[in-house]
């Protein structure tokens, strides 16, 4: 009866160890849960914070081709200034030199 005794006390030890040792497990399987689900949302704010950042690129790029565009606009608009003061300076010259020209002829032509 006594060794009965002992083998009834040690399945009790023992279904007792089990069932700690199951809490256990399913204590570890929450905690794992929630720190899967911890990090999902992490990667869901990195990918956002991510795609973020890209559009911020995108946009400063954007940005910077405009600026880009609107510079050399401001080139070309400079260059036909240029170019026109250069058109008057030389018609200037031109009509300078013709008036020139005729007044040399006609004072030929009174001599």
Do not use: W
């Amino acid at each position: 009866a006594e060794e009965v005794a002992v083998a009834q006390t040690r399945v009790e030890v023992a279904e007792a160890r089990a069932a700690h040792l199951e809490a256990c497990v399913d204590g570890l399987r929450r905690g794992l849960r929630t720190e899967q689900a911890a990090q999902e949302q992490q990667l869901g704010e990195a990918r956002a914070d991510f795609a973020r950042a890209e559009k911020f690129l995108e946009e400063a790029a954007d940005q910077r081709t405009a600026e880009f565009a609107e510079r050399s606009a401001l080139e070309c608009r400079e260059a036909r200034i240029f170019a026109l003061a250069e058109q008057a300076k030389v018609a200037r010259l031109a009509g300078e030199a013709a008036a020139v020209a005729t007044g040399a002829r006609e004072a030929r032509a009174r001599e």
